[in-house]
């Protein structure tokens, strides 16, 4: 049993390195994806088939294709059809795909959250004088928020995880560095861990997501 905790606190630093590539992929991805997310949105409500179209198309195209196979094509599939699309960085190549397919998912929620604002504060903007651009910026957009901490919330806990697919390109996550020890150690008890990790980080950031929710109840 001393063996088992003395090999524990040898791989601890490497799991913690692993651990942090995890949390900063999945911060930055589903902030700017959050970002993206906003223009998809109202691209795809939009009445204009020039914003609607291409904006449905790419969230019909991420939403219905495997992350997987979009960070195979990325860091893999380009470089074939031009060599100048070579991304030599499987942290920029895995950052572009997470934000891309993050966007699609929360614009979804987004459009979902625009569309459960009562109708009558459209009409109460548009009596007052507001344009289009300032009802959603000052009105809705404000509103929409504070529904959107729950569903953004699960997203950002679902890429926490997902990231572990970043092993595929060489990116030394958490889940990429538990395999390697693993393979170099001969032994599976590294998992043990890794998955203790895993649910501490997921553990402190839905209790965050909760406690924003809690602060923003529309209920309130």
Known sequence: MNDIFVKMSIWMPQLLNGAKM???LTILSVSIGLILSVFLALGKMSRNPILRLPCSAYIFFFRGTPLLMQIYFLYFGLPQFNRALTIQSAFIAALIAYVLNTAA???????????????????AAKALGMSYGQTMRLVIIPQTIRRLIPPVGNEFIMVLKDVSLVAIIGLADLTKVTRAISSSSATALVYIPAMIIYLIITAFFTFVFNTLEKKNSVYE
Do not use: K
């Not at 979902?112 to 459209?122: M, T, V």
């Open 22 to 24: 995890t949390i900063i």
């Open 105 to 123: 998912y929360l614009a979804e929620n987004i459009r979902a959250g625009i569309q459960s604002i009562d109708h009558g504060q459209f009409e």
